[in-house]
Nanobody, 115 residues
Framework: QVQLVESGGGLVQPGGSLRLSCATS????????GGWSRQPPRGQRELVAD???????NYADAVKGRFTISRDNAKNTVYLQMNSLKPDDTAIYYC?????????WGQGTQVTVSS
């Protein structure tokens, strides 16, 4: 069983920054791709960013140039650095890992962008 634990969400003003973390108990992200998705209050879950085992990254158009996904293999953690946050970024953010034929999800962390 793969367990993912997110942290770092919260309330931030427009233009502010947050860094989300997603930690696992083993070296999952060293060997399997993963990333971040989000679910807005009145919308469907959507991809935010992902990262391959080789370190190649991919971003949704809405976050390109503002968000950065990264991975620390020594800490078994994937990060999402979010800058220039907008109210439209308000959502529950979930990390995930593609573990063979299965996708494992974290419990989610709330990000609210509001003045």
């Amino acid at each position: 069983q793969v367990q993912l634990v997110e942290s770092g969400g919260g309330l931030v003003q427009p233009g502010g920054s947050l860094r989300l973390s997603c930690a696992t108990s083993g070296s999952i992200f060293s060997f399997y791709p993963g990333g971040w998705s989000r679910q807005p209050p009145r919308g469907q879950r959507e991809l935010v960013a992902d990262i391959t085992v080789g370190g190649r990254t991919n971003y949704a158009d809405a976050v390109k140039g503002r968000f950065t996904i990264s991975r620390d293999n020594a800490k078994n953690t994937v990060y999402l650095q979010m800058n220039s946050l907008k109210p439209d970024d308000t959502a529950i953010y979930y990390c995930y890992v593609l573990f063979g034929s299965r996708t494992y999800w974290g419990q989610g962390t709330q990000v609210t962008v509001s003045s």
